[in-house]
């Protein structure tokens, strides 16, 4: 043991040498260091199951055993109650002797536990965003009795808090507390996905008067078991050996496993992938991953379809956020008992780090959209000394003798491939969007702080919200726009002596627990075709964006905000079942590496025979086609198509700026599906025309944003955007939804492949 060990508290050494900890993990001791020997804030980063828990807690506990905190100590900050729940859990066993108390708090505790934490507010708070929101709200006046020594502050997950409306929300917060306390305290950010470790820093540290430390692990990579298999739907029979008996190891190959059984002859499977993935989780305890909850829900009834035929025993639980407590709840602890050999189907809701015990196999139906979910999701498994094991699977629609080019290509195969090596070969990991315009979030925390303030003169307030980290960027004239339009929608309310109090309207939207929160409520927008109704979705896309629903793929016509409807025509093609927001975005690294994958000859040892056979297909199409070589591609007659390789808000800003200047070739009817291509009719020039054209296009007017937003477009994504000005929006969504620097780079890059 380190010299750290020593000034652990003695509770905390027994429960080491209780549970035969031969020594600290370096992670464990570098951030001891930081929180004995510092008084900075800490941003601990190391892989999933590398101890980063108790790397944060066991100085911060040592600490508050030396000198007793006459308030709540630490404040834990998670972004899901089942997180809570199980640190919760965790800590009660660790804390069994100390004395120190720990309390959780969220919707799903009942109000006697709470009601004990308020009368004796001691130890640890482990708690939500939004139960803080209603905290801060409803009791302002009591927050320095239950916070005024607070010492610490931990936020589990901070990858996922990052440039969200969420993650700004708790900055918001944690702002606030400090005000009316009268003291700043550490912060502690958690995280096993950092893609930028000093953007990441930044974002803890805002409004901090402390400086942030990071600390990552430097010890060895771990090996991985990883495998790629891809089917056309209803065409290819399962093959005839063990789903995992090619493995991708940094270290070496391993061994074959056994091959396992297989359906008897004459056997018909309901769906080749489905089976597949079936026989990669059978007689093993798995967490299979879904891109969406309809994928979760469609995935775990046809895993007990075929179950029901096979005559095997129904071991199927699924996981995703709007199912009840007591379901997930279920999930959970099956999940963490060692002796049941359970498969749960589960969203991004089971990709953070609870920890749910021995998984022998991680399942993956699709790509998922980033390295940093790719990692959170390997780490599932692994645990108990075993390597990382997953197996990804993909399904489409086998492709007919008239397919156009574009949808040739697996897009989900290459995308997988591409996270995969750019995190192989560079350790690449998404960095941390930011958001300089969160106007929905100005939004609430507006009436939150005048809720909990009450009356306030427009002047004091606009110093108390503007001075909030996350509206750094926010200017005294739009926030007066703001107001001005929160008072004439009875937000807000001017007294006789012109200050600021809530309005009608504002009361009646703080009086439901629902405005805690900054996501926005599931299933708001009813989704109509004429007269038909379609079906339900949570964030409506601007006008002329696209999204999948009930299998059909259907592009904005209008949007009744008000009444929450969204009338749409169906349009050709496919697209991913995904949600649009944040959730979905694809960085451009990750396109640029598919472009990489398509042109390079490199056999990748993970991929299983179908993936190879899919790819190597794929990258004879690309060659032959020319893709490759020019980005803009001839279809025949009127018809093109464009590869631009960009992320998703880079492709977004090019096809705004393609729609601009595309008159003066006759540009219409411009097809694409997520970031991946476009296509449209061009009746006059030719690629090289159009490509020199923008460019000049760029030489003589730059790429200037607000020339790609009409007036009339008004992008609602986030919770509180249907009561935003208009003009403001468009603001955000320039500032925040386009990118301009890279798709003038692109640009100039087609230009010289002619």
């Known amino acids: 043991m380190s010299d750290v060990f020593s000034r652990f508290a003695p509770f905390l050494q027994d429960y080491i040498y209780a549970h035969g900890w031969q020594t600290l993990r370096e992670v464990q001791v570098r951030a001891a260091e930081v929180l004995f020997e510092s008084d900075d804030n800490l941003l601990l980063t190391s892989a999933t199951a590398s101890g980063k828990t108790e790397a944060a ?152 008067l402390h400086e942030t430390q990071v600390v990552g692990s430097t010890e060895a990579r771990t090996s991985w078991r990883l495998g790629m298999e891809h089917f056309y739907i209803q065409t290819d029979a399962p093959d005839q050996t063990d789903p995992m008996q090619r493995f991708l190891t940094e270290d070496s190959p391993s061994e074959e496993p056994p091959v396992e059984a297989v359906p008897g002859e004459g056997y018909v499977p309901l769906d080749p992938g489905f089976e597949y993935v079936y026989d990669c989780a059978r007689d093993k305890k798995c967490l299979v991953f879904s891109n969406s909850r309809e994928e979760t829900e469609y995935l775990t009834a046809t895993l007990r379809q075929i179950a029901e035929r096979r005559g095997d025993p129904d071991v199927f639980q699924i996981h995703h956020g709007n199912l009840s407590a007591s379901i997930r709840e279920e999930a959970e602890l099956k999940l963490k008992d060692d002796e049941l050999r359970t498969v749960t189907c589960a969203t991004v809701t089971l990709e953070l780090g609870i920890d749910i015990g021995r998984l022998e196999r991680i399942l993956q139906v699709d790509a998922p959209h980033s390295v940093a979910s790719l990692l959170q999701r390997l780490g599932r498994s692994g645990r108990r000394g075993e390597p990382p094991e997953m197996m990804m699977v993909f399904r489409e629609e086998n492709p007919l003798p008239n397919t156009p080019l574009p949808q040739l290509m697996p897009w989900g195969l290459l995308r997988a491939i591409a996270i995969v090596q750019l995190y192989l070969e560079e350790r690449f990991i998404e960095p941390p969007n930011v958001k300089h315009l969160p106007f929905s979030l100005l939004f609430q925390q507006t009436l939150s702080v005048l809720a909990s303030s009450g009356e306030l003169t427009p002047k004091a307030l606009a110093e108390r919200v503007l001075a909030l ?24 309310e001017r007294t006789e002596e012109k200050g600021l109090i809530v309005g009608l309207k504002g009361e009646r939207l703080i009086n439901s627990f629902k405005f805690y929160a900054v996501f926005k409520d599931s299933e708001d927008y009813t989704v109509r075709r ?211 620097d890279e798709v003038i780079q692109r640009l100039r890059e087609m230009q010289a492949e002619y």
């Open 469 to 492: 980290p996350p509206f750094a960027h926010v200017s005294a004239e739009d926030y007066k726009t703001l107001l001005i339009s929160m008072l004439k929608q009875d937000f807000l």
């Open 57 to 208: 807690f066991f100085p911060i506990l040592s600490l508050l055993s030396q000198e007793e905190p006459a308030t709540f100590g630490v404040l834990y900050v998670a972004p899901l109650k089942s997180l809570i729940n199980d640190q919760f859990g965790r800590m009660e066993e660790v804390l069994d002797l100390s004395g120190i108390p720990v309390f959780h708090w969220h919707g799903d505790v009942a109000m006697s536990h709470k009601n004990k934490a308020l009368k004796q507010p001691r130890g640890i708070l482990q708690i939500t965003p939004e139960s803080l929101e209603s905290m801060l709200m409803n009791r302002a006046n009591d927050i320095p009795r239950l916070f005024g020594d607070l010492r610490f502050v931990i936020l589990d997950e901070v990858h996922t808090l990052t440039g969200t409306d969420r993650g700004n929300q708790i900055l918001c917060q944690l702002s606030r507390i400090m005000r009316l306390i009268g003291h700043d305290f550490r912060r502690v950010g958690l995280s096993a996905t950092v893609g930028d470790a000093a953007k990441a820093a930044a974002w803890l540290g805002a409004g901090s």
């Open 530 to 740: 004429g007269s038909d109704e379609i079906g339900t979705i949570t964030t409506p896309p601007p006008v002329g964006d696209r999204f999948a629903l009930a299998g059909r793929v259907w592009e904005v016509e209008e949007l009744d905000v008000p009444r929450k409807l969204i009338y749409v025509k169906e349009v050709k093609g496919k697209m991913e079942i995904s949600w649009p927001g944040d959730f979905g975005e694809i960085h451009t690294r990750i396109l640029e590496r598919m472009k990489q994958v398509l042109s390079e000859d490199t056999v990748y040892p993970y991929l299983k025979k179908n993936a190879r056979k899919r790819l190597e297909v794929a990258r004879r199409v690309a060659r032959n086609t020319g893709m490759l070589e020019q980005s803009l591609v001839s279809l025949g007659g009127y018809s093109w198509c464009l590869f631009p390789w960009l992320g998703t808000r880079s492709f977004r800003t090019l096809r705004k700026f393609i729609a601009r200047h595309g008159a003066r070739f006759k540009i219409s009817g411009m097809e694409y599906e997520g970031c991946y291509f476009m296509t449209f009719k061009m009746e006059q020039g030719n690629g090289y025309e159009l490509i020199t054209y923008l460019n000049d296009c760029l030489r003589a007017e730059g790429l200037k944003k607000e020339t790609l937003v009409s007036p009339a477009d008004c992008p609602v994504f986030e919770k509180y955007d249907d009561f935003i000005p208009s003009e403001l929006l468009r603001k955000s969504y320039m500032a925040d939804r386009l990118r301009s």
